[in-house]
């Protein structure tokens, strides 16, 4: 659950219209998040198998599919940030992200009107524009950031990449008149997903690879002391039942944090809460982890950049799959 003393954060990591007029309200009463984030796969899996988008669907007639997927994404985007608006108002998070289109991951231009489109056709103030965490999209950040548009730098692997994102956000704030505010979401379980195979016939202990990355990159924003931008962990999905559902959130417990989780995993929080931080772990520990990796060969700087790419494929992917199915 949300734990407010400590600076921690829960948002749920899934948007669907029937489940934000039934359930959505619930949790955010009974202090169990205080944000939501989406992205094209989300979408793409509730646009195209949930009955509740049928009705509007059907009144988009003539549309391209792009203005189809937008007309139904907005309108959910906008019902959670309303749900949402107590906690935004009470300065106790309350953002729901929305993504821009995934094939302009390396236009800046086309990012930056994007962002601006969706935020203003929202119509909320606590809407977060989700970008990439690509040369092109560092640049979209600033400038979104300085136009009073709150951002989530997403597919965040390396701290490359979060140093990056960091520069972006900060003179994005310095530009901004008003309230702004940024999260650089570090992807977590990909990492074990990946290598935890290899790792443990090696006998090296599995599922610490994403969680030392994710640590490493927490301490990197922490120093900077910004406010306004915090580690947002995100995929902290559990795949199969080796680890326990709750694993990346009980892992990654850390003040003036997020975790954006699947409502499986919440749900198996809520009811195991640890309410421990387990963050920081020391500099020591997390180099150590690292240089045992580099002498098994594994060089994590190119691990995170295929995990990257794989992850802008994936993006595409399930955008345009989506589209060619509403068209």
């Known amino acids: ?137 560092y640049a979209a950040m600033r400038v979104l950031m300085g136009k009073g548009i709150s951002v989530n730098a997403t597919l965040v692997f390396s701290p490359v990449q979060a140093e990056h994102c960091l520069s972006a956000m900060r003179q994005g704030t310095e530009a901004a008149a008003g309230k702004v505010d940024g999260v650089i979401s570090v992807f977590v379980s990909r990492f074990d997903r990946l290598l935890d195979e290899r790792l443990a016939a090696s006998g090296t202990v599995p599922s610490r690879t994403g969680v030392l990355n994710a640590a490493k990159i927490y301490a990197l924003i922490e120093r900077t002391e910004t406010p306004n931008i915090r580690t947002l962990f995100a995929s902290t999905g559990v795949k199969g039942e080796i680890l326990p559902a709750a694993y990346y959130i009980e892992e990654l417990m850390a003040p003036h944090s997020i975790n954006t989780a699947p409502l499986a995993t ?42 990257l790419e794989d992850g802008l494929r994936a993006f595409e992917k399930a955008f345009a799959e989506m589209l060619n199915r509403i068209e």
């Open 1 to 137: 659950m949300v734990d407010r003393e400590m600076g921690f954060s829960l948002w749920l990591d899934f948007v669907e219209r029937e489940y934000l007029r039934e359930s959505f309200p619930a949790l955010i009463e009974k202090g169990i998040i205080n944000g939501a984030t989406s992205n094209p796969a989300i979408f793409a899996a509730a646009i195209t198998t949930s009955p509740a988008y049928r009705e509007q669907l059907a009144s988009l007639k003539g549309k391209s599919a792009k203005e189809k997927y937008e007309a139904l994404a907005m309108v959910d985007i906008r019902a959670a940030a309303q749900a949402l608006r107590s906690c935004y108002d009470a300065n106790n998070d309350g953002y729901i992200s929305i993504e821009v289109d995934p094939f302009l991951s390396n236009d800046t231009a086309g990012t930056i009107a994007e962002g601006e489109r969706l935020f203003t056709a929202i119509g909320e103030p606590n809407v977060m524009v989700k970008v990439p965490a690509t040369e092109a999209g």
């Open 266 to 307: 919440i749900e198996s929080y809520v009811n195991a809460p640890l309410g421990e931080p387990k963050l920081p772990i020391s500099e020591a520990e997390i180099n150590g982890y690292f240089s045992a990796l580099k002498q098994q060969g594994i060089e994590i700087e190119e691990v995170s950049q295929s995990l």
